[in-house]
């Protein structure tokens, strides 16, 4: 048994010491470029690669008395240390002791997921023997400095250094080395910007393993503990609270795309170029953080998308990234509100309908065949009773109105238009649906309003333009593509009547739902906001750009009434943030559209009597004429 042991340790010994070195200081390294070209991420092989001379001696050793005390003197497996492992969690019961040496963790982060399966720990085996055969410790321990995560995007000890203390990782003290050190067991929890109190026990653990080691004595221990820590988290380069969301999502679309390689052996790094427009993420991030300065818990999410190609600009997943790392734009979905009613009113201007076409607005109950009833009501019970018009209905966000043409044109209607427009969702067949009871995700609303600012072109939001491996080969191009969905004739109608939202000319028994922010905006905007009783919306867009915000908590807990108007807010400036200086553009007239001018609430053509009066678009042919639009009055009785 002894010399078969020996025969296969040294078979394998041989075939990894003439098997392809890995290449280490290359491998997984991820660098994310702007629209413009500019770094704006760097992982696992930063540039910002600290020598090992260069790195405080005090990281160096509470590295190893804390990850890997024999790191010098084994092969990479600590075998009494796995022998020792298993008999306690064999006698606890569960996993409670870990005994992955440096050389492991190291080569799991550069070359391996981190899934529990045999195949996986297997990989593991053969990879660290390869490092540990072509590497010296000290290059395997550099590496492992190099790339392991310390929170917040920070990969690797200077970059932690300057994050977290404004230095270099030469210059770190004892306490902060001690700080940093203790990390990466869970990046979430340990950050000091997270939970300083829990930083500081982990600080403790791995200061008093540096005593049992003998780096330090007592007394320096106790006078690092005791030692004031100012935590600056700022980055040197760009510093921004919100961009890491945007990373993560662009990570997210790279595990989606089959062209790229499930282990990066085979690529060593890819060049990422992304859809980022720097303005436009600091521009929605300015909003959104001034905009909840005061709101406690409340969260946001937002996103801005290139209405032309589909190419998501800017995108937020929360309001403070060191806070919370959930990201709220690519997972969350909530109940959309009457940002839902645009869908509508679109299918409502394919079967006929106009911007005049009129029902009452009143309390309703509608009864069913089966003597169910339903009674949608508006906003603070406000109604005009009176016929009102489809521009009306979309300034005042009328529920009544919505649920009369929901009803008319039948349940499956508005879901036809929603699959049409990228709409993924289950949308059931109810007569709510409009009124946004159903929760879907914030890209896929904000994608489904990019096809009305696009006249009816639908596109594939995307955050991901090119990948390149670390030679300049491409590995994956995203392919533009357009598929004209809707009348770009109707879209553009539909443009027109989502200005109504902040037209003075509609103040009537009711004020348009955003008419405050009207003396804020310097150009013309398609906007539609919504609100349920846990979740605010607003949507809107010019032919430049669509902007999609969400708040609301994120346990479903009802919003105050003092919140609603925070969505709004927060589209507006980040809408006029990020378009100061831009040439105003707005939609050309088709050919096949006349503007008239009517009473916007009723929708009847003006005459000289007519105290009110606005120009709408229609389809030649269907302007309005004296006589009355109503276009069902059994619906209204």
């Known amino acids: ?129 390869n490092v540990e055969l072509h590497y010296t410790k000290d290059e395997i321990l550099e590496g492992y400095l190099n790339t392991i995560n310390y929170g917040h995007g920070m990969y690797g000890i200077d970059n932690a250094a300057s994050y977290y203390f404004n230095k270099s990782a030469k210059d770190l003290t004892l306490a902060e080395a001690a700080l940093l050190v203790g990390i990466p067991k869970s990046p979430t929890n340990y950050s000091p910007i997270v939970n300083f109190d829990l930083a500081k026990k982990r600080q403790n653990l791995v200061l008093t393993n540096l005593v049992k080691n003998k780096y330090i004595t007592e007394e320096e221990k106790d006078k690092a503990l005791n030692e004031e820590l100012v935590i600056i988290g700022k980055r040197a380069t760009i510093d921004s609270d919100t961009l890491l969301y945007f990373q993560d999502a662009v990570l997210n679309e790279l595990k989606t795309i089959k062209s790229i390689p499930s282990s990066f052996l085979d690529t060593g790094g890819l060049k990422i170029y992304t859809t980022l427009d720097m303005k436009a993420q600091m521009s929605l991030e300015k909003a959104i953080l001034e905009n909840l300065n005061d709101k406690g818990e409340l969260q946001s999410a937002g996103i801005m998308i290139n209405p032309q190609n589909g190419s998501i600009i800017a995108l937020v997943g929360g309001s403070n990234y060191a806070k919370s790392q959930y990201n709220r734009a690519i997972y969350s979905k909530r109940q959309v509100g009457s940002t839902m009613k645009p869908f509508l009113y679109y299918a409502a201007l394919e079967n006929g309908f106009t911007a005049s076409t009129s029902f009452t607005s009143e309390e309703t109950t509608f009864v069913f065949s089966n003597q169910q009833t339903y009674s949608p009501q508006n906003a ?28 008319f044109l039948g349940e499956d209607t508005l879901i036809k238009i929603a699959k049409r427009l990228g709409i993924s969702e289950d949308l059931p067949a109810i007569p709510s649906l409009p009124l946004g009871t159903t929760e879907i995700g914030i890209i896929e609303m904000a994608s489904a309003y990019s096809t009305f600012a696009n006249l009816g072109y639908k596109t594939t939001p995307h955050l991901i333009e090119k990948v390149e491996d670390v030679d300049g080969n491409i590995l994956f191009e995203f392919q533009e593509t357009k598929e004209l969905v809707l009348n770009p004739s109707l879209a553009f109608i539909l443009n027109e009547l989502l200005t109504t939202t902040y037209d003075a000319s509609f103040i009537d028994y009711n004020y348009p739902t955003i008419i405050n922010l009207a003396g804020r905006f310097s150009r013309k905007y398609a906007v539609k906001s919504g609100t349920t009783a846990t979740d605010g919306w607003t949507i809107g867009y010019n032919p430049d750009v669509v902007t999609a915000v969400w708040i609301g908590f994120d346990d479903n807990r009802e919003i105050d009434s003092s919140m609603y108007s925070t969505s709004k807010n927060i589209w507006a400036d980040s809408m006029e943030y990020y378009l100061k200086d831009v040439e105003e553009h707005w939609f050309e007239i088709p050919s096949n559209v006349v503007g008239v001018l009517v009473d916007p609430i009723s929708g009847e053509l003006a005459t000289s009597k007519t105290q009110k009066k606005k120009i709408m678009y229609y389809l030649k042919g269907t302007e309005p004429s004296k006589k009355e639009t109503n276009i069902d009055p059994q619906l209204d009785n």
Do not use: C
């Open 1 to 129: 048994m002894i010399i078969l042991g020996i025969s296969i340790g040294l078979g394998v010994y041989g075939y990894e010491k003439v098997s392809v070195k890995l290449q280490i200081k290359s491998a997984n390294n991820i660098s994310l470029y702007d629209s413009q070209g500019n770094v704006f991420f760097q992982g696992n092989g930063t540039s910002k690669w600290a020598k090992l001379e260069d790195i405080s001696d005090y990281v160096i050793k509470a590295t190893l008395a804390t990850e890997d005390k024999n790191f010098y003197k084994h092969f990479g497996f600590d075998i009494p240390r796995i022998i020792k492992a298993g008999y306690t969690n064999i006698l606890a019961g569960k996993t409670k002791e870990g005994a992955s040496t440096i050389s492991q963790q190291y080569v799991k982060n550069l070359f391996l997921d981190f899934d529990k399966t045999w195949e996986r720990k297997w990989n593991e085996l053969w990879l660290t023997l």
């Open 380 to 407: 603070n019970q406000i109604y005009g009773n009176k016929k009102i018009s489809l521009a009306a209905a979309i300034a005042y966000s009328e529920n009544v109105y919505a649920v009369k043409t929901h009803m």
